[in-house]
């Protein structure tokens, strides 16, 4: 059974920073990415890593102050989340992929999500 657990969500205050993780198990996945959905909004791509860590994809509004990657041997997956704004409150999901593409648009899988609220 493919499980996928997020931790490391939480309070931070607008210019701080949080790294999130994602545990996988039950499978080997190719494309793992990261989602969100603020309060009243559809859930959003923020970013996606491939298998190596050579392909990885970022939502514009992240770029420059997110990063992710991944440590197969753990079968995890991060989030490192700098000069974070208000803006940036949402619950983050975790999502892996058969393929870069799937991860992209229409995961495979999801997890359950944190909450990262950042106040102004």
């Known amino acids: 059974q493919v499980q996928l657990v997020e931790s490391g969500g939480g309070l931070v205050q607008a210019g701080g920073s949080l790294n999130l993780s994602c545990a996988a198990s039950?499978?080997?996945?190719?494309?793992m990415a990261w989602y969100r959905q603020a309060p009243g909004k559809e859930r959003e791509f923020v970013a996606t890593?491939?298998?190596?860590?050579?392909?990885?994809h970022y939502e514009d509004s992240v770029k420059g102050r997110f990063t992710i990657s991944r440590n197969n041997a753990k079968n995890t997956v991060y989030l490192q989340m700098n000069s974070l704004k208000f803006e940036d409150t949402a619950v983050y999901y975790c999502a892996a992929g058969r393929t870069l593409e799937r991860a992209r648009g229409d995961p495979d899988y999801w997890g359950q999500g944190t909450q990262v609220t950042v106040s102004s």
């Open positions: 039950g499978g080997t996945f190719y494309a």
């Open positions: 890593i491939n298998w190596n860590s050579v392909s990885k």
